[in-house]
């Protein structure tokens, strides 16, 4: 519902007994299952002779729009991800011209920022300035890989006026920072980031409120930038930001601040009793589009090439977003669909080391193609949302869809293991065969 337009939607839960044990995610929740919708539409496009772009286009999500349960979307650019990754992967010049068992496939997908978890869903955030005009930013805010720690400190830079490396950061000290709910969510960016932005913001005014009376203009007229304070319309006139940090202590007050940041989301909203209501408070938009070749003796998946396009809001730092990119692309769709695989029987796992469990090291990568699309999202710092997960989960779908097309059989079994594509190889020309003999009993 948040990716696609449905004006009408029913739907039917159920509990499953699995009877498998408590497991957690790797980079993403499961990858299959993102597949089903749009494997639906390719086979529904293909039905219409729709091409698989124009059939997205047709259905996609638009800002400002209410999904299905009624959750507004503020900001929303995924048309535009389809038409960058379709341009710059030739989706168009390939698409029923690739040779045989070459294959092109397109997903998107959409994730949800900051949606309900209680009293674990806001962040907060402490500031304080030091004697050498140097400040401390204390959050709760993890870093596992994805950068972050930078974001603090950019932002928290940005809003003081200093440079980076004036910024001390303590973080994912439950004992001493305050709360925050992880990386659950998608929300470092876009909670955690704006509780720094809001306590960094509040400290900022303290240090105008001091310099205003020094400078003797209001504080309303003042601007920081690299490690000064000074009047917008007259910079020349100027104090330094430790200065005003030590004009302050000597008149008894230290400059430090506080500020949270919490999504507005509809608490009381649960999938069964009450499935209406603002789900969470941004949306990112991703596509992604894979090409392949299959060995048709050995069940093998080479790739050859992702494009990977997604709507991030506004891009803090680039660089790490095309990183966010190529890892989700690594776990959603070279590790999640082409080498996880679990052998299962009376609810064990009966794989019998973990060196069976395979994840794609950098020797195993394609070429990546990483685009950041800009859709500067009200809600967000400075614009920003969620990004990486949105191509972790199309990932997954691009790759079901590529290797589909590359041997006319659509796959509903993850992962794409060789022995699925060789029966899935096999099941095809069976038919085949039988359609022809049926065809020349009918001549005859």
């Known amino acids: 519902e948040q990716a696609y337009r449905m004006e009408s939607v029913r739907y039917n839960g159920y509990r499953v007994y ?34 698989p772009i124009e059939m997205r286009l047709r259905n996609s999500r638009q800002p400002g729009d209410y999904t299905s349960t009624k959750s507004y979307v503020t900001s929303c650019a995924m048309d535009e991800t389809i038409l960058k990754a379709a341009e710059k992967s030739g989706f168009k010049k390939k698409w029923g011209k690739l040779p045989p068992f070459h294959g092109i496939g397109i997903g998107t997908n959409s994730v949800q920022t900051g949606f309900p978890m209680g009293i674990r869903g806001g962040s907060q955030s402490f500031i304080k300035f030091n004697e050498d005009g140097e400040a401390t930013v204390m959050s709760g805010v993890v870093d596992n890989g994805q950068g972050n720690e930078n974001m603090l400190v950019q932002i928290a830079s940005e809003e003081l006026g200093l440079l980076p490396e004036d910024i001390h950061l303590v973080s994912a000290d439950t004992e001493t920072t305050s709360s925050d709910p992880g990386s659950y969510s998608q929300v470092s960016t876009f909670v955690g980031g704006q509780a720094v932005k809001n306590a960094a913001q509040n ?18 007229q003042l601007a920081a930038k690299n490690r000064l304070i000074f009047v917008k319309d007259d910079p020349e006139k100027s104090i330094l930001i430790k200065k005003v940090v030590r004009i302050s202590l000597l008149n008894f ?20 009793s009450n499935p209406y209501g603002q789900l969470c408070e941004s949306f990112t938009f991703g596509t992604t589009i894979v090409e392949v070749k299959v060995n048709p003796d050995t069940g093998q998946v080479e790739v050859l090439e992702v494009t990977a396009a997604q709507d991030v809001g506004y891009a803090l730092n680039p660089l790490v977003l095309e ?14 669909m082409l080498t ?3 052998e299962w029987k009376d609810g064990r796992c009966i794989n019998p080391t973990m060196l069976d469990y395979k994840l794609p090291l950098a020797c195993d990568m394609p070429k990546i193609n990483p685009i950041i699309v800009e859709s500067i999202d009200p809600k967000g710092p400075y614009g920003a949302k969620e990004a990486g997960m949105s191509i972790a989960m199309s990932a997954a779908q691009g790759y079901c869809a590529a290797v589909s097309n590359a041997i006319g059989v659509y796959m ?11 029966a899935a190889i096999k099941l095809k020309k069976d038919r085949t065969e039988k359609e022809n003999i049926s065809k020349i009993n009918a001549v005859n």
């Open 18 to 51: 699995t009877n498998k044990p408590i497991r957690g995610m790797i980079r993403v929740h499961g990858r299959g299952f993102a597949c089903g919708l749009d494997t639906q539409l390719d086979m529904i496009a293909d039905h219409l002779g729709i091409d």
């Open 203 to 220: 400290c900022r005014k303290k240090l105008f409120e001091v310099a205003s009376k020094v400078l003797k203009v209001n504080p309303d």
């Open 253 to 272: 007050n230290s400059v430090n601040a506080e500020g949270g940041y919490w999504p507005k989301v509809d608490m009381k909203r649960e999938w069964v």
């Open 323 to 336: 990183g966010q990119f190529e890892g989700s692309i690594a776990m959603g769709g070279q590790g999640g």
């Open 340 to 342: 996880e695989y679990h």
């Open 412 to 422: 509903d079994s993850f992962p794409l293991t060789p022995d699925k594509i060789l």
